[in-house]
């Protein structure tokens, strides 16, 4: 059974501090993680991973993936309040042809305290 | 602001009644997906349509039925739902059969109430 799971469930940290979040899977068919923020309902995607070791970036957030090890890590530095949220990891699996599925992440909740 | 809409964004219904959500997106997506979320849940996976044809249904019970009249909308039609199916519903697309197809665009949501 493809499985997608993340830690910490929940993580609560001040203003500032730097926050790591991680997401390891067993799949078959793998075919990309993505990571994505849900603050209220519609989850808004953050980042693609396909390839092993190189480091995608955007502004505070940054995420790798290790293929071998089977896992990604989300970075948020600097960490605001507009940081709160869920972050969910997902795995795309290759469903056959150019179909493809996403499996979710029991996600992480992170709030961040002023 | 999401470029995928969905409507109504609340909904309380009886256990009796029909009711449809309706979801719309206008980025030229050929592959659009409904899931399933439970308070404290990841979403889950209900269908998936590809160039307007159902290719996934996750053995959704059959109180719960899709259909996609044309490339930019995608519906849910309930009928006889039970209590335990109260839940958000997200609709999402992405572009099909393109290198960044895994990347979905979700909607705000149906927040369904049954009672």
């Known amino acids: 059974e493809d499985k997608v799971v993340q830690s910490p469930l929940s993580l609560v940290v001040h203003e500032g501090d730097t926050v790591t979040l991680n997401c390891s899977y067993e799949?078959?068919?793998?075919?990309?993680l993505l990571w994505y923020k849900q603050e209220k309902k519609a989850p808004t995607f953050l980042f693609m991973l396909?390839?092993?070791?190189i480091e995608k970036k955007s502004g505070r957030l940054s995420s790798i993936l290790d293929k071998k090890e089977l896992f990604s890590i989300l970075n948020i530095t600097a960490t605001q309040t507009g940081d709160s949220a869920i972050y969910l990891c997902?795995?795309?699996?290759?469903?056959?042809?150019?179909?493809?599925?996403?499996?979710f992440g029991t996600g992480t909740l992170l709030a961040v305290q002023p | 602001d999401t470029e995928v809409t969905q409507t109504p964004k609340h909904l309380v219904m009886g256990m009796t009644n029909k009711k449809s959500l309706k979801c719309e997106q206008h980025?030229?997506?050929?592959?659009m997906y409904w899931y399933k979320q439970k308070a404290k849940k990841p979403p889950e996976l209900m269908f998936v349509?590809?160039?307007?044809?159902?290719?996934i249904n996750e053995s959704v019970p059959s109180r719960f039925s899709p259909e996609c009249p044309n490339s930019s909308l995608l519906n849910l039609h309930l009928h006889a739902l039970q209590p335990e199916d109260s839940a958000l519903y997200l609709c999402?697309?992405?572009?099909?059969?393109?290198?960044?197809?895994?990347?979905?665009?979700f909607g705000s949501g149906t927040q369904l109430s049954v009672l």
């Open positions: 999402a697309s992405s572009q099909e059969g393109a290198t960044l197809s895994e990347k979905l665009f």
């Open positions: 799949v078959t068919n793998f075919r990309s």
């Open positions: 396909t390839s092993s070791g």
């Open positions: 997902a795995v795309g699996l290759n469903y056959g042809g150019a179909t493809n599925k996403l499996i």
């Open positions: 980025m030229g997506h050929r592959a």
């Open positions: 349509y590809s160039y307007e044809k159902l290719s």
